[in-house]
């Protein structure tokens, strides 16, 4: 007959009437024997302890019911530092309660179960903990698993006690394991509430559903916005908190439909609402001009120099980015040996460099050991005597496993047998007695003498010619090396002197060898850096733009995906290299792929962020068809875009419903009594944000504004910032007929300013000539000369220093055009100014640069406003567009380029094709309760979180302690959104005077409850 085991059995039921006596007498578990042979008798203990293990069964499936509507009600996902909160798991702790709930309710509902047979009682039971040490014993008797996706809960409980009496004496004692399955969804409910918790605030690239919605809705937002106010919409705030709160909120119903396939009913009504109350009308009947739509369709295209301006950009356009920069700068970096990543001169260095070595490949082939035994315990070990003797004998030459690179000078491969007799004498009273035993052990060792070459970048290839000259550029390579190996065979012995002392455990030490620089070596192979460098230089990608200024193309990460692609094809390593040059050659090759490709990872985590990618999304202009604001509408359409009512499951049958509260997280405090779960003095901010715009007045560089704490003193601007402002105020006050006295005096001061802030950049470049050039000192003077007197003020002169316009053409005036020297020069003379404007000395007062700013604003909002005006007014309807389309292109574009808000982009020297500008946003949220109801083929049942402290009378003394808590649904998101609009116009950018914008809740104070309290003051 064949029994299951409960363990195996779902159900929990075990055929013990099947077992009858059978069990009873052969059982090792039974604590006493039976106390009487009668049948009648044994059948009745069969009997009661059968149906006491159906009943223990139904207690159990009852307690994981109980258990897990308890622990879903009453969650604990952080335990407390009290008896029963330690033995919780950080890892599992919700798991852990729901096992420790479940220990608790079977332990109450067995004290039920009670069988009577005639005199015969059977009972169930499990020990009720009393301390620290059986609470954890009563946790490991729970275990638990999930089975169709969390909806069934499958629990084991271990040693349940059947206890069977007759007459007041036990007469039987059975430790069971009983497994059920209930079905309940208390796991589903858990683990999509953490997934929910995850994409709420998980960063985008880790699956954060709310970062990537909060992202994408707030782009879209102030790209919108941007493009009106650059139209002339008074916008004065173009990224809000406002938006931010609708974005997150939209992000929420994201985030719920995708973890539980439904969202929040009456926060989907709540979104709707808000959007009705944030939407806007067509930005352009708002901007008080009668001929407001003529005069957007009359600004500039995006790239100045077009006889035309279109009325739209076509949506199609492609952005062409390359390599640029990014491969200048690790040319320099690696020549200089500065940075992250081998130097130029270190990898040259260690391609010449080796180590002379004896590889070895040890293998025990016989071991026998016969030692001696001791005679017995009362005998007494007073002598030992050991012989040793070693043999070494030759073998089939096989060569250890080498890399590819490695020179090997000599191979050889011995057998080294050792044998040991130990003789042991041994004394018991006046007996002396002698054993002996005998060990032998013979080992295959398996010998390369090598020069291995040091490991460098690039791949590990043969090197031939390797031990002798020749090759590229015919050099030396490695003979003298070879050489030295070979005495290293003939100092220790041979190969059996080696073999010998390897077997031993004693390799020899490697030593350093160093192959000697083929003559020509340097220039040869600085020739073929730089060609490498114009190549990689050069590689672009094209992608949409549209793809580019939402984010979803990153052409950073593009190239570099290019680039790795093609590294094999970049480094050129052939099958063998063609000497030691030749490997020299493919490493330097190979070290700087590796920086480029670094430096490549660097820019697209920044514009990943959105702080680099902003001003090739400038592309995607629409010109002619400027939209009205962003609604709430179009954002809460894009969030739901995906999402779906209610529904069932396909699989399991059950539907997983949100309920949050509030149903709607706003910036606006709330009263404390309004929310449950929340103290109800005080006000409670489910949500707060802060966002900064970066560039306001002065617009600058992003570069020079994220390396701001570099500059020394605040309150400085970048050298490039002055001297834009310096050539606005100069284009305004010479297309103007009007004295401006302000503005002249301060433009004056302006350019005193700059004058000095340009000398350290000038400094600068007389020490890389005098550095990096054989040129005298009135040469280099003449260079200077000739180079900074092209530009007619001092505003060219820092706009040159800053475009690489300078170093392009000092370089050619010292080095000659078309030369690698001169290309080597120019990436210097641009480091060097790089680094100079690093120092404070090269920025100007920032307090200086904003007057002016403020003051050429004022007269060319004024100029252009009278201009605007008078041709709307002068001119029939149809008229009106081409008469503010020539006044504009004809004095607009040529007099009064206007001072732009925010950051001006120029990808390439002397080439503006966008303004762009940074708002760094973040927002905090939390639910006070936060419910999810599970509905559908399976019982009603709720998980809620609301920072609740959970506590259990665990050991029954009548008094409940603290488990934990169940943290309330909270996130935190930081993006960061870039706006890019067309040249010239007014820009882009927050211009209310308030660029670090903060809710309410943020500012945090008496009062205020979470989360405002982990904010900054």
């Known amino acids: 007959m064949v029994t299951v085991r409960l363990a195996d059995d779902d159900r929990g039921r075990v055929p013990f009437a099947l077992l009858g006596v059978l069990l009873l007498v052969g059982s090792a578990t039974f604590s006493g024997a039976l106390s009487t042979h009668d049948p009648v008798a044994d059948r009745r203990v069969g009997e009661a302890v059968d149906r006491a293990s159906v009943q223990a069964d139904a207690a159990v499936r009852t307690a994981v019911g109980d258990a897990a509507r308890n622990a879903a009600a009453n969650p604990v996902t952080t335990p407390a530092n009290t008896t029963v909160g330690r033995v919780l798991s950080e890892n599992q702790t919700f798991r852990d309660y729901l096992r420790l709930r ?24 499990l020990p009720r903990p009393t301390n620290e040490t059986s609470l954890r014993a009563a946790l490991e008797r729970v275990s638990i698993r999930s089975r169709e996706n969390g909806t069934v809960l499958v629990a084991t409980v271990e040693n349940v006690s059947i206890d069977v009496e007759r007459g007041g004496n036990r007469v039987a004692n059975e430790s069971v394991t009983t497994t059920v399955g209930v079905r309940t969804p208390v796991l589903a409910l858990h ?17 954060g559903t709310l970062d990537a919605t909060v992202t994408t809705a707030l782009w879209a937002a102030a790209w919108t916005r941007g493009w009106s106010q650059y139209a002339g919409a008074p916008i004065e705030n173009v990224v809000s908190n406002d938006h931010a709160e609708l974005a997150t909120n939209a992000g929420v119903l994201i985030a719920e439909q995708q973890t539980f396939g439904a969202t929040d009913a009456d926060a989907r009504g709540a979104i709707g609402r808000s959007a009705v109350q944030m939407g806007a009308k067509s930005v352009l009947s708002q901007t008080g001009v009668p001929a407001a739509p003529e005069l957007a369709n009359a600004l500039p295209a995006p790239n100045e120099g077009t006889n035309k301006p279109p009325k739209t950009v076509p949506s199609n356009r492609t952005l062409n980015g390359s390599v640029g920069a990014a491969a200048d700068s690790s040319l320099v970096s690696m020549l200089d040996g500065r940075g992250d990543g081998p130097s130029f001169d270190g990898v040259v260095s260690d391609a010449h460099s080796a180590t002379i070595s ?45 890399d590819s690179d490695t020179i090997v000078v000599d191979t050889g491969s011995r057998v080294v047998t050792r044998s040991e007799t130990t003789v042991q004498t041994w004394r018991r009273g006046n007996e002396t007695i002698e054993t002996q ?107 949409p733009a549209r793809d580019v200024a939402a984010g979803k193309v990153n052409l950073a990460s593009e190239l570099a995906a290019d680039l790795r692609a093609d590294r094999r094809a970049l480094v050129d390593a052939p099958a063998a290299y063609d000497g030691v040059s030749d490997r020299a050659r493919s490493a330097v090759r190979a070290a700087y792929l590796d920086r480029v490709l670094a430096e490549l990872d660097r820019r697209a985590n920044r514009t990943a962020t959105a702080t680099g990618a902003a001003s090739d999304a400038a592309q995607d202009a629409n010109v002619g068809s400027l939209s009205d604001a962003v609604s709430a509408e179009q954002i809460a359409r894009s969030a739901l875009g995906t999402a779906r009512p209610n529904r069932t499951d396909d699989q399991t049958g059950v539907r997983f419903v949100p309920d949050a509260d509030p149903m709607y997280l706003s910036l606006g405090g709330l009263s404390g009594s309004a929310v449950p779960t929340v103290a109800r003095d005080g006000t409670y901010h489910p949500l707060v944000a802060r966002n900064t715009n970066l560039f306001t007045l002065p617009y600058g560089d992003a570069t020079d504004t994220i390396l701001s704490p570099i500059f020394g003193a605040r309150h400085r601007v970048s050298l490039r910032t002055a001297a834009q402002t310096l050539l606005a105020a100069d284009d305004v006050l010479a297309g103007t007929n009007e004295t401006n006295e302000s503005l002249t005096n301060r433009r004056d001061r302006l350019e005193t300013a700059v004058t000095r802030a340009t000398a350290p950049s000038k400094r600068a470049a007389r020490n890389v000539l ?8 009135s040469e280099r003077e003449d260079a200077l000369q000739t180079v900074f007197g092209r530009w007619d003020n001092p505003a060219n002169d820092a706009l040159a220093i800053t475009n690489g316009t300078a170093a392009r053409r000092l370089a050619t005036e010292v080095a000659g055009t078309g030369t690698a020297e001169a290309d080597i020069l120019e990436l210097r003379l641009e480091a060097a100014f790089k680094a100079a404007r690093k120092n404070g000395g090269s920025t100007v007062a920032q307090r200086l640069t904003n007057r002016t700013v403020e003051t050429t604003r004022t007269a060319r909002q004024k100029a252009v406003a009278g201009m605007a005006t008078d041709a709307a007014m002068a001119a029939t309807e149809n008229a009106v567009t081409n008469r503010v389309n020539e006044t504009l292109k004809s004095r607009f574009n040529s007099s009064f380029k206007r001072v732009p808000a925010g950051m001006p982009v120029a990808p390439v020297p002397g080439y503006w094709y966008a303004t762009v500008n940074v708002w760094d946003v973040a927002v905090a949220g939390e639910f006070g309760q936060f419910r999810v109801h599970a509905r559908g083929d399976t019982e009603s049942l709720t998980y809620a979180r609301d920072g609740s402290s959970v506590a259990l009378d665990w050991n029954g003394d009548g008094l409940a302690e603290t488990v934990g808590r169940g943290d309330r649904i909270s996130f935190d998101v930081e993006t960061a959104i870039v706006v890019a609009v067309p040249p010239s116009g007014v820009g882009v950018g927050d211009i209310d005077g308030d660029a670090d914008e903060r809710s309410e809740g943020w500012k945090g104070g008496s009062g205020c409850t979470v989360p405002a309290d982990c904010r900054e003051p």
């Open 770 to 777: 005098a550095d990096e050039t054989n040129a005298s000192l």
């Open 437 to 543: 035993g005998r060990t032998k052990t013979k080992t295959r060792v398996d010998l390369a003498v090598v020069v291995d070459p040091y490991t460098v970048p690039g791949p590990s290839r043969p090197i031939a010619p390797a031990t002798s000259a020749g090759g590229a550029l015919d050099g030396e390579n490695f003979a003298a090396a070879a050489s030295d190996a070979e005495d290293v065979i003939s100092t220790h012995g041979g190969f059996d002197g080696l073999a010998r002392d390897v077997a031993a455990g004693d390799t020899p030490s490697a030593e350093t060898t160093t192959a000697p620089r083929a003559p020509g070596f340097g220039s040869w192979v600085r020739t073929d850096l730089v060609e490498l460098h114009q190549r990689v230089r050069n590689r672009s990608k094209t992608v």
């Open 191 to 207: 683990d999509r509430t953490e997934a929910f918790q995850h994409r709420l605030d998980a960063s985008a690239t880790n699956g």
């Open 358 to 402: 004896v590889e070895s490949d040890v293998r025990v082939i016989e071991d026998i050991d016969t030692s001696p035994t001791p005679p017995g315990d009362d005998w007494k070990l007073v002598d030992e005597t050991t012989d040793s003797d070693a043999s070494v004998t030759s073998a089939p030459t096989r060569t250890p496993a080498l």
């Open 102 to 125: 479940i220990a608790l309710a079977a332990t109450e509902r067995l004290r039920a179960v009670s069988v009577q047979r005639g005199d015969v009682n059977a009972s169930a039971s």
